[in-house]
T-cell receptor, first 111, second 112 residues
Protein backbone atom coordinates (compact mmCIF):
# COMPACT_ATOMS: atom_id res chain seq x y z
CA UNK A 1 0.00 0.00 0.00
CA UNK A 2 1.53 3.32 -1.07
CA UNK A 3 2.18 5.77 1.72
CA UNK A 4 2.11 8.80 -0.56
CA UNK A 5 0.84 9.49 -4.06
CA UNK A 6 1.95 12.34 -6.29
CA UNK A 7 0.36 14.06 -9.26
CA UNK A 8 1.11 14.54 -12.04
CA UNK A 9 3.67 11.86 -12.76
CA UNK A 10 5.16 14.01 -15.52
CA UNK A 11 4.76 17.74 -16.09
CA UNK A 12 6.11 19.61 -19.09
CA UNK A 13 6.05 23.39 -18.95
CA UNK A 14 7.50 26.43 -20.63
CA UNK A 15 10.13 28.51 -18.90
CA UNK A 16 8.53 31.27 -16.85
CA UNK A 17 5.30 29.39 -16.24
CA UNK A 18 3.97 28.46 -12.81
CA UNK A 19 3.65 24.81 -11.86
CA UNK A 20 1.96 23.13 -8.92
CA UNK A 21 3.03 19.66 -7.87
CA UNK A 22 0.72 17.71 -5.59
CA UNK A 23 1.30 15.17 -2.87
CA UNK A 24 -1.50 13.19 -1.25
CA UNK A 25 -0.66 11.30 1.92
CA UNK A 26 -2.70 8.16 2.45
CA UNK A 27 -3.21 8.79 6.14
CA UNK A 28 -3.16 11.91 8.22
CA UNK A 29 0.37 12.72 9.35
CA UNK A 30 2.10 15.87 10.47
CA UNK A 31 5.59 15.80 8.91
CA UNK A 32 6.06 16.22 5.17
CA UNK A 33 9.05 16.91 3.00
CA UNK A 34 9.83 17.94 -0.55
CA UNK A 35 13.03 16.81 -2.25
CA UNK A 36 14.32 17.17 -5.75
CA UNK A 37 16.75 15.17 -7.86
CA UNK A 38 18.27 16.71 -10.95
CA UNK A 39 19.05 14.05 -13.54
CA UNK A 40 22.28 12.28 -12.68
CA UNK A 41 22.70 14.06 -9.36
CA UNK A 42 21.96 13.25 -5.74
CA UNK A 43 18.65 13.88 -4.04
CA UNK A 44 18.47 17.29 -2.34
CA UNK A 45 16.28 18.52 0.49
CA UNK A 46 14.00 21.44 -0.31
CA UNK A 47 11.63 21.99 2.59
CA UNK A 48 10.02 20.33 5.58
CA UNK A 49 6.49 21.04 6.68
CA UNK A 50 5.19 20.34 10.16
CA UNK A 51 1.71 20.90 11.47
CA UNK A 52 0.78 23.10 8.50
CA UNK A 53 3.84 25.34 8.71
CA UNK A 54 7.29 25.35 7.13
CA UNK A 55 9.69 23.83 9.63
CA UNK A 56 12.93 24.17 7.71
CA UNK A 57 14.02 25.04 4.21
CA UNK A 58 17.25 24.66 2.29
CA UNK A 59 19.16 27.25 0.30
CA UNK A 60 17.51 25.91 -2.83
CA UNK A 61 14.06 26.84 -1.55
CA UNK A 62 14.08 30.49 -2.56
CA UNK A 63 11.22 32.93 -3.15
CA UNK A 64 10.24 31.11 -6.34
CA UNK A 65 9.07 28.14 -4.24
CA UNK A 66 6.15 27.86 -1.88
CA UNK A 67 4.36 25.04 -0.11
CA UNK A 68 0.80 24.76 1.12
CA UNK A 69 -1.64 22.30 2.52
CA UNK A 70 -4.73 24.07 1.21
CA UNK A 71 -7.43 21.58 2.14
CA UNK A 72 -5.80 19.86 5.08
CA UNK A 73 -4.95 16.83 2.99
CA UNK A 74 -3.19 17.61 -0.30
CA UNK A 75 0.30 19.04 0.10
CA UNK A 76 1.47 21.22 -2.78
CA UNK A 77 4.77 22.59 -4.03
CA UNK A 78 4.46 25.65 -6.24
CA UNK A 79 7.20 27.01 -8.46
CA UNK A 80 6.16 30.51 -9.51
CA UNK A 81 8.30 31.15 -12.57
CA UNK A 82 10.06 28.03 -13.73
CA UNK A 83 13.62 28.07 -15.00
CA UNK A 84 15.39 25.50 -17.13
CA UNK A 85 17.39 24.38 -14.09
CA UNK A 86 14.16 23.48 -12.25
CA UNK A 87 13.92 20.41 -14.47
CA UNK A 88 14.17 17.49 -12.05
CA UNK A 89 12.31 14.75 -10.25
CA UNK A 90 10.42 16.11 -7.28
CA UNK A 91 9.67 13.75 -4.43
CA UNK A 92 7.25 14.22 -1.59
CA UNK A 93 7.87 12.22 1.56
CA UNK A 94 6.12 11.77 4.84
CA UNK A 95 7.59 10.76 8.14
CA UNK A 96 6.43 7.97 10.38
CA UNK A 97 8.40 7.02 13.49
CA UNK A 98 11.55 8.80 12.20
CA UNK A 99 11.46 6.87 8.91
CA UNK A 100 10.57 8.64 5.68
CA UNK A 101 8.35 7.21 2.98
CA UNK A 102 8.63 8.63 -0.48
CA UNK A 103 6.07 9.18 -3.16
CA UNK A 104 6.73 7.98 -6.71
CA UNK A 105 7.86 11.45 -7.79
CA UNK A 106 6.87 14.01 -10.40
CA UNK A 107 9.20 14.48 -13.33
CA UNK A 108 9.24 18.19 -14.21
CA UNK A 109 10.58 19.20 -17.59
CA UNK A 110 11.03 22.91 -18.27
CA UNK A 111 11.46 23.83 -21.93
CA UNK B 1 27.65 21.09 6.87
CA UNK B 2 27.10 17.36 6.82
CA UNK B 3 28.61 15.47 3.94
CA UNK B 4 27.66 11.92 3.08
CA UNK B 5 30.14 9.90 1.06
CA UNK B 6 29.44 6.53 -0.48
CA UNK B 7 31.72 3.95 -2.02
CA UNK B 8 31.94 2.51 -4.51
CA UNK B 9 30.06 4.77 -6.94
CA UNK B 10 29.54 1.86 -9.32
CA UNK B 11 29.63 -1.86 -8.66
CA UNK B 12 29.13 -4.74 -11.06
CA UNK B 13 29.05 -8.27 -9.66
CA UNK B 14 27.97 -11.76 -10.57
CA UNK B 15 24.80 -13.33 -9.27
CA UNK B 16 25.37 -14.95 -5.90
CA UNK B 17 28.20 -12.67 -4.80
CA UNK B 18 28.27 -10.96 -1.40
CA UNK B 19 27.91 -7.21 -1.86
CA UNK B 20 29.11 -4.43 0.44
CA UNK B 21 28.34 -0.74 0.02
CA UNK B 22 29.91 1.77 2.38
CA UNK B 23 28.77 5.12 3.70
CA UNK B 24 30.57 7.68 5.82
CA UNK B 25 29.34 10.98 7.16
CA UNK B 26 31.00 13.98 8.72
CA UNK B 27 28.84 15.27 11.59
CA UNK B 28 26.52 13.97 14.29
CA UNK B 29 23.35 12.26 13.22
CA UNK B 30 20.19 10.99 14.85
CA UNK B 31 19.60 8.31 12.22
CA UNK B 32 21.02 6.85 9.05
CA UNK B 33 18.85 5.59 6.20
CA UNK B 34 19.51 3.15 3.40
CA UNK B 35 17.28 3.69 0.39
CA UNK B 36 16.85 1.91 -2.92
CA UNK B 37 16.10 3.70 -6.17
CA UNK B 38 15.06 1.77 -9.26
CA UNK B 39 15.47 2.97 -12.86
CA UNK B 40 11.91 4.32 -12.90
CA UNK B 41 12.98 6.76 -10.19
CA UNK B 42 10.95 5.63 -7.19
CA UNK B 43 12.70 5.63 -3.80
CA UNK B 44 12.07 2.88 -1.26
CA UNK B 45 13.24 2.92 2.33
CA UNK B 46 15.22 -0.22 3.20
CA UNK B 47 16.52 0.53 6.69
CA UNK B 48 16.69 3.22 9.30
CA UNK B 49 19.48 2.81 11.87
CA UNK B 50 20.67 4.71 14.90
CA UNK B 51 22.92 1.97 16.27
CA UNK B 52 24.00 -1.61 15.77
CA UNK B 53 22.70 -3.81 13.02
CA UNK B 54 19.46 -4.63 11.20
CA UNK B 55 18.59 -7.51 8.91
CA UNK B 56 15.78 -7.90 6.43
CA UNK B 57 15.87 -10.96 4.24
CA UNK B 58 19.16 -10.92 2.32
CA UNK B 59 19.93 -7.34 3.32
CA UNK B 60 21.98 -6.40 6.35
CA UNK B 61 22.80 -2.86 7.50
CA UNK B 62 25.31 -1.93 10.17
CA UNK B 63 26.37 1.35 11.69
CA UNK B 64 29.34 2.43 13.80
CA UNK B 65 28.45 5.76 15.40
CA UNK B 66 31.95 6.39 16.77
CA UNK B 67 33.53 5.93 13.34
CA UNK B 68 30.65 7.68 11.52
CA UNK B 69 30.37 4.78 9.13
CA UNK B 70 27.69 2.42 7.90
CA UNK B 71 27.64 -0.54 5.55
CA UNK B 72 24.90 -2.20 3.55
CA UNK B 73 25.44 -5.86 2.71
CA UNK B 74 23.55 -8.02 0.26
CA UNK B 75 23.97 -11.77 0.56
CA UNK B 76 23.37 -14.15 -2.37
CA UNK B 77 22.90 -11.23 -4.75
CA UNK B 78 20.39 -11.55 -7.57
CA UNK B 79 19.84 -9.55 -10.77
CA UNK B 80 16.68 -8.07 -9.26
CA UNK B 81 18.92 -6.37 -6.66
CA UNK B 82 20.24 -4.14 -9.46
CA UNK B 83 19.42 -0.58 -8.46
CA UNK B 84 20.95 2.56 -6.99
CA UNK B 85 21.49 2.29 -3.25
CA UNK B 86 21.49 5.59 -1.41
CA UNK B 87 22.73 6.43 2.05
CA UNK B 88 21.07 9.39 3.76
CA UNK B 89 21.29 10.86 7.25
CA UNK B 90 19.05 12.80 9.61
CA UNK B 91 21.17 15.52 11.28
CA UNK B 92 21.36 15.35 15.05
CA UNK B 93 20.41 18.99 15.49
CA UNK B 94 17.23 18.64 13.48
CA UNK B 95 14.72 18.20 16.28
CA UNK B 96 12.94 15.67 14.14
CA UNK B 97 11.82 17.95 11.33
CA UNK B 98 15.00 18.33 9.28
CA UNK B 99 15.21 16.84 5.86
CA UNK B 100 17.64 14.14 4.95
CA UNK B 101 21.13 14.73 3.58
CA UNK B 102 21.87 12.26 0.81
CA UNK B 103 24.90 10.56 -0.62
CA UNK B 104 25.35 10.32 -4.37
CA UNK B 105 24.34 6.68 -4.42
CA UNK B 106 25.97 3.43 -5.49
CA UNK B 107 24.87 2.05 -8.83
CA UNK B 108 24.77 -1.74 -8.43
CA UNK B 109 24.45 -4.15 -11.35
CA UNK B 110 24.15 -7.87 -10.71
CA UNK B 111 24.81 -9.95 -13.79
CA UNK B 112 23.23 -13.40 -14.19
Amino acid sequence: EPEVTQTPSHQVTQMGQEVILRCVPISNHLYFYWYRQILGQKVEFLVSFYNNEISEKSEIFDDQFSVERPDGSNFTLKIRSTKLEDSAMYFCARRRANEQFFGPGTRLTVL
Amino acid sequence: KNEVEQSPQNLTAQEGEFITINCSYSVGISALHWLQQHPGGGIVSLFMLSSGKKKHGRLIATINIQEKHSSLHITASHPRDSAVYICAVTPASGGGADGLTFGKGTHLIIQP
